[in-house]
């Protein structure tokens, strides 16, 4: 995991040459510190379009705190959107 201080998320260099981002994984470590029981959570709250083409709406939240929003063609897509989002509302 490799995590560029300028960007608000994970870079990874995986071995098929494709650059991943991993927001939520940067996101459970800055909040970490906070306690085990204080990881975000991820719920699904809209899901619309037809079955082979879905856009995903997903909410991330902290002890029933919303921190952040995010859309997506899959559910992971939308949980890294939200996980991202969070992240750069810590920033500001």
């Given at each position: 995991l490799c995590v560029n201080p300028e960007e608000t998320y994970a870079r990874?260099?995986?071995a098929d040459g494709y650059t991943y981002y991993m927001a939520k994984a940067l996101l459970d470590q800055?909040?970490?510190?906070?306690?085990?029981e204080d990881h975000p959570a991820y719920e699904i709250l809209e899901e619309t379009g037809p079955d082979h083409c879905?856009?995903?709406l997903v909410r991330v939240s902290v002890?029933?705190?919303e921190i952040g929003r995010g859309t997506g063609t899959s559910k992971k897509r939308a949980e890294q959107?939200?996980?991202r989002y969070a992240?750069?509302?810590q920033r500001k």
């Open positions: 990874v260099r995986a800055v909040l970490g510190p906070l306690g085990d879905k856009e995903f002890n029933g705190t959107a939200a996980a992240l750069e509302q």
